[in-house]
């Protein structure tokens, strides 16, 4: 009998699901038993259907694991695509690609439809050239970076595919963020005329590269070529000094091992706050879990 009340009380068009609360409400208004109360509670938690349907009210499961801080310059990067722009010129999306080490970026235009070859071809022209080949690339899992031709080719360089985790973009967070810093960007200086996008691209990776970024106190142009750029419209204080070679080498060592230090500390302010509004979750051999499979943002039913 108590076993029927409970699933008319909660599972039914008039019990809805609702949390335990609700249900042991509209349950006692028309019932009572012993320890009725726990009774309902341990009931709703073990809902099956609630645990499929309804997102979770609690702190986000899982602490977070940030990626290995690399050790040099272009060791490892990132690379995202920014699509959906409309037409300019003869293209319509970007090609991000980020050094995860001084955040040095690469805006490159593509023109869609473009295939796994063309990308490499068009990374082989732009970003090789200058930085050779990293140890890891951190991608998302867009079709073309999981194409046998792109695997296979990195594969024989000996670079290492990193793939984000699967409906989680956030794996890869930084150029999720660069990707945002473009689009700002494009739209202050192109929202009268959006289809010129591709004319500012040269001067928008400029822009970035040559900004003060927080996770090391300097631009990244600083810290990959050791000197800042000189600007159009800004005159320099004074002329860069001539120092010695082993003077040079001494201190580029140096804030080699300093920049990755404030990386270091930049990934644990950001662990440390993150974890704020998470929860660990430990699971024992054996134990039954719930696999989110949803590969799309869902805002409606």
Known sequence: MQQQMLLA??????????????????????C???????????FVQACDVCQRAK?????????????????????????????????????????VV??????????????????????????????????????????????IFTSKFWQELFRRSGTTLRMSTPYHP?????????????????????????????????????????????AHGKSPFFVLYGHDPRHWGIEAASATPVVDLNTWLSERIEMTALIRQHLLRAQMRMKHQADKGRSERIFAVGDSVYIKLQPYVQSTV
Request: charged content about 20%; some cysteine; proline content about 8%.
């Open 55 to 95: 997102p979770e009210r609690c702190k986000y499961p899982g602490l977070l694991e940030p990626l290995p801080v690399p050790v040099r310059a272009w060791q490892m990067v990132s690379m995202d695509f920014i699509e959906g722009l409309p037409q300019s010129g003869r293209y319509n999306c970007i090609l």
């Open 170 to 214: 956030a794996t890869d967070g930084q150029t999720e963020r660069i990707n945002q810093c473009l689009e700002t960007f494009l739209r202050c200086f192109v929202h009268s005329c959006p289809k010129k996008w591709s004319t500012w691209l040269a001067l928008a990776e400029y822009w970035f590269n040559t900004s003060w970024h927080s």
């Open 32 to 42: 009572a038993w012993p320890r009725m109360k726990r009774a309902v509670v341990e």
């Open 98 to 143: 980020v050094d995860k080490f001084s955040k040095y970026n690469h805006f490159l235009p593509l023109a869609h439809p473009f295939s796994a070859s063309q990308v490499a071809s068009t990374y082989i022209d732009q970003v090789y050239r200058l930085h050779g080949l990293p140890d890891s690339i951190l991608s998302d899992r867009d079709p």
């Open 9 to 30: 009380g909660h599972q039914s068009a008039i019990g809805g699901h609702s949390g335990a609360p609700a249900t042991y409400q509209r349950l006692k208004s028309v």
